[in-house]
Nanobody
Framework: QVQLVESGGGLVQAGDSLRLSCAAS????????MGWFRQAPGKEREFVAA????????SYEDSVRGRFTISRDNAKNMGYLQMNSLKPEDTAVYYC??????????????????WGQGTQVTVSS
């Protein structure tokens, strides 16, 4: 059992940076892989980035690779998404998610059974 709360969203201009945080309540956070997903108005929720339990394996959606960095600090029960060079098309509600499913394929939202409430990121041009 784990509960997730995102924070760090806001309104920024294109080219700016934001760091999203995901605070996990459980003491077993290190047993969960973590992912970030986003949903824009009128769009389906899509994969952004994921990180394995120990941080050794990382995946990114193509459009954010090189701009976003996912990380985690298991000692602090925290996950992060550093977003640089933001673009208007990055505008969305961003969600963190966690799973204990024993798989190395972490890009599908279907394997995640714990979700945060989301945080709004708006990027103006």
């Amino acid at each position: 059992q784990v509960q997730l709360v995102e924070s760090g969203g806001g309104l920024v201009q294109a080219g700016d940076s934001l760091r999203l945080s995901c605070a996990a309540s459980g003491r077993t956070f290190s047993t969960y892989a973590m992912g970030w997903f986003r949903q824009a108005p009128g769009k389906e929720r899509e994969f952004v980035a994921a990180i394995s339990r120990s941080g050794g394996s990382i995946s990114y959606e193509d459009s954010v690779r090189g701009r976003f960095t996912i990380s985690r600090d298991n000692a602090k029960n925290m996950g992060y998404l550093q977003m640089n060079s933001l673009k208007p098309e990055d505008t969305a509600v961003y969600y963190c998610a966690a799973t204990q499913v024993p798989t190395t394929i972490l890009t599908s939202q279907r394997i995640y059974n714990y979700w945060g409430q989301g945080t709004q990121v708006t990027v103006s041009s």
